[in-house]
């Protein structure tokens, strides 16, 4: 396709080169009076084409500025994101000011047939060739216009965990909890699972403590729920949850489930695992680990 319309660019030129040698045959074979006023008509028409250009040329501008301002009055309006109003705002200026081009080549009698079949040749070679990122493009657009995630959100994807610090097009960057920086690719964010953290107000820290067998688990459970009561960070509403969940082989396992504010999470779950490690030694409550008891046969 590109070497057929490399091959209809050459003709067209050729055409041209033709027309011209032709017009100067002409003028070469009459009077100086006839080829003046030869020379004189065309001049007056060719300058007509050229104002007629002129005046498309900023009729056209004039129009794109027009559509420009009412796409930013709509896109404000409609709260779209700012990276993808600017995107868009950018094809229809590009694709006005090509057809202003194009509308200038007819004008002045130029065939814009083969430039069309090179821009698409181009196209398609540059489509193929970029296939993964116009999928990463794809990927942004999708991102940016259904939101799953916002700047400042702590999410986890891709096998990488951290907060949000840009949205782009072609890939969204993370800052992980020890300060890295992580730039994930759009095309692989919209097809796979995204944990939000932040997406909901609240959030539930869970525990399990062990205790060990024979230490008293009532005293176990109203210790817990005495540490959850003295902090204010925990939510009243859903009450608090404290179960007996397994006697496993070394330990009795206690279940805790609370909820509190999303931005309080990290400071309720460290918070009660140092008051718990610190004050079951004081109420009789022993911290298991795992161990065996071996026991020999008396010998006869």
Not at 31 to 38: C, G, I, K, P, Q
Not at 115 to 141: D, H, P, R, W
Not at 157 to 170: A, N
Not at 222 to 239: F, G, H, Q, S, Y
């Amino acid at each position: 396709m590109f070497l057929q319309a490399s091959a209809d660019a050459v003709q067209a030129a050729d055409s041209v080169a033709n027309k011209l040698q032709t017009t100067l045959n002409t003028i070469a074979g009459m009077s100086v009076e006839d080829a003046v006023t030869y020379v004189s008509k065309g001049a007056i028409s060719f300058a007509t084409d050229i104002l007629i250009c002129v005046v498309i040329y900023y009729v056209g501008r004039w129009i794109v500025g027009y559509v420009d301002r009412l796409l930013n009055k709509l896109f404000t309006k409609r709260d779209v994101e700012v990276s993808i109003a600017k995107f868009a705002r950018s094809v229809v200026r590009a694709i006005f000011y090509i057809g202003i081009a194009f509308a200038i080549l007819n004008q002045l009698g130029i065939q814009t047939t083969s430039f069309l079949a090179i821009f698409a040749s181009v196209g398609v070679g540059v489509g193929m060739a970029m296939s993964g990122t116009l999928q990463n493009f794809a990927g942004g657009v999708m991102v940016l216009l259904t939101r799953p995630f916002k700047i400042g959100d702590y999410v986890q994807m891709q096998g990488v965990e951290g907060t949000i610090k840009e949205i782009r097009l072609f890939n969204t960057t993370i800052n992980t909890v020890d300060n890295k920086m992580i730039i994930v690719p759009n095309g692989n964010i919209v097809s796979n699972i995204i944990n939000n953290f932040s997406a909901e107000d609240v959030r539930r820290v869970d525990w399990t403590f062990s205790i060990s067998y024979g230490d008293d688990y009532d005293t176990a459970k109203a210790t817990i729920l005495e540490l959850l009561a003295a902090d204010e960070r925990v939510m009243k509403e859903p009450a608090p949850f404290v179960a007996l969940s397994q006697m496993a082989d070394s330990s009795i396992n206690i279940v805790v489930r609370v909820w509190t504010k999303a931005s309080d999470y990290w400071g309720v779950y460290f918070s009660m695992n140092e008051q718990v490690y610190k004050i079951f030694p004081t109420k009789g409550l022993n911290f298991p680990y795992p161990h065996m008891v071996v026991t020999l046969p008396k010998e006869n």
